[in-house]
């Protein structure tokens, strides 16, 4: 049996959970990545922080990267503060380019004639813009989403809704393209946030490699600097009290590779834009936008399952 083959769309950077992803993909002996397109750029910066990861930690120009969509369809343009620890996370501060140009539709295209499936773990920018170009190429089976507040979280998790759910409201214009036009997979906000990354995890990871120590560095730096990390610890009764983040984006890319302890249900779904204030709706509708929903995951079986999978090769 081949390879299973995956694209990767980011918004890497800060929040420690995209390299969190990435770093499993990497480790994966399973697991081909065809190419990493990146969203809520500036200048090609988080282009840059991938290629550099690939490089350090053994990938090298193997897998294609391009940069994507430094703007997104609902005209946000606050999101420079994405970037305030970048010198922290990364060890530097990287340039940005002058003449910076988006091309990621051509690279998820490529993928796509590879075979491979879409991992979308940012905004949906980029993911409406390919199928602007590309109707009906993206369905359930190739196409995987990180994102949406369709059932609200179980009692003792974050009580978080759609102003809390970071893709899909950074471009809300680009998520009610992709939600409304293009049958795919999501994992649902409320499941993933029973997955994390703890303290003790991270003890595990200074163990190995420089990528561990890498991951064990940002994830104690994001707990420091996110303010809602230690709060919701705080809160929360099934949550670790040295929670360090969520595997939002881990549990994305596991799911779009066959981890199969996770419920989910098929469901027909609409969502709107403008629905007062930050938020967005999503309500499942007779008429609407027919999704696989990831609702529900062993989070501890996960935890271990990641936790193996990136140090198992390390």
């Given at each position: 049996?081949?390879?299973?083959?995956?694209?990767?769309d980011t918004d890497l950077g800060a929040d420690v959970d995209d390299l969190c992803a990435l770093a499993w993909l990497m480790r994966n002996p399973d697991i081909e990545i065809t190419g990493i397109t990146t969203?809520?750029?500036?200048g090609g910066v988080r282009e840059t922080y991938v290629k550099d990861i690939l490089r350090r930690f053994g990938q090298g120009e193997r897998i294609p990267v391009a940069g994507g969509a430094d703007y997104t369809?609902s005209g946000e343009k606050d999101y420079g503060f994405t970037f305030a620890h970048e010198e922290r996370m990364f060890g530097q501060r990287y340039p940005r380019k002058e003449d910076y140009r988006s091309r990621?539709?051509?690279?998820?295209?490529?993928?796509?004639?590879?075979?491979?499936?879409?991992?979308?773990?940012?905004?949906?920018?980029?993911?409406?813009?390919?199928?602007?170009?590309?109707?009906?190429?993206?369905?359930?089976?190739?196409?995987?989403?990180?994102?949406?507040?369709?059932?609200?979280?179980?009692?003792?998790?974050?009580?978080?809704?759609?102003?809390?759910?970071?893709?899909?409201?950074?471009?809300?214009?680009?998520?009610?393209?992709?939600?409304?036009?293009?049958?795919?997979?999501?994992?649902?906000?409320?499941?993933?946030?029973?997955?994390?990354?703890?303290?003790?995890?991270?003890?595990?990871?200074?163990?190995?490699?420089?990528?561990?120590?890498?991951?064990?560095?940002?994830?104690?730096?994001?707990?420091?600097?996110?303010?809602?990390?230690?709060?919701?610890?705080?809160?929360?009764?099934?949550?670790?009290?040295?929670?360090?983040?969520?595997?939002?984006?881990?549990?994305?890319?596991?799911?779009?590779?066959?981890?199969?302890?996770?419920?989910?249900?098929?469901?027909?779904?609409?969502?709107?834009?403008?629905?007062?204030?930050?938020?967005?709706?999503?309500?499942?509708?007779?008429?609407?936008?027919?999704?696989?929903?990831?609702?529900?995951?062993?989070?501890?079986?996960?935890?271990?399952?990641?936790?193996?999978?990136?140090?198992?090769?390390?």
């Amino acid at each position: 049996m081949g390879k299973i083959r995956i694209h990767l769309d980011t918004d890497l950077g800060a929040d420690v959970d995209d390299l969190c992803a990435l770093a499993w993909l990497m480790r994966n002996p399973d697991i081909e990545i065809t190419g990493i397109t990146t969203c809520l750029e500036q200048g090609g910066v988080r282009e840059t922080y991938v290629k550099d990861i690939l490089r350090r930690f053994g990938q090298g120009e193997r897998i294609p990267v391009a940069g994507g969509a430094d703007y997104t369809w609902s005209g946000e343009k606050d999101y420079g503060f994405t970037f305030a620890h970048e010198e922290r996370m990364f060890g530097q501060r990287y340039p940005r380019k002058e003449d910076y140009r988006s091309r990621a539709v051509p690279l998820i295209r490529d993928s796509l004639e590879k075979g491979a499936v879409v991992v979308a773990i940012g905004p949906l920018t980029n993911i409406a813009e390919f199928d602007r170009s590309y109707p009906g190429r993206l369905n359930r089976d190739n196409l995987f989403i990180m994102g949406g507040c369709l059932h609200r979280p179980e009692k003792g998790w974050p009580q978080w809704g759609p102003s809390s759910d970071w893709n899909l409201h950074m471009d809300k214009k680009a998520a009610q393209w992709v939600f409304n036009r293009i049958s795919f997979t999501m994992a649902e906000v409320a499941a993933t946030l029973k997955t994390y990354l703890s303290e003790r995890d991270c003890r595990e990871l200074d163990k190995g490699d420089g990528l561990c120590r890498l991951l064990a560095l940002q994830a104690r730096e994001w707990r420091r600097v996110s303010g809602f990390i230690e709060e919701q610890a705080a809160q929360c009764a099934c949550l670790p009290e040295d929670l360090c983040n969520f595997h939002y984006d881990p549990l994305t890319v596991a799911v779009a590779a066959g981890f199969g302890l996770v419920r989910s249900e098929e469901v027909r779904i609409r969502f709107e834009a403008d629905a007062g204030g930050e938020e967005y709706s999503l309500q499942e509708a007779a008429e609407g936008n027919p999704v696989r929903a990831v609702t529900d995951v062993d989070g501890e079986a996960f935890n271990r399952y990641w936790l193996e999978g990136v140090l198992g090769s390390a």
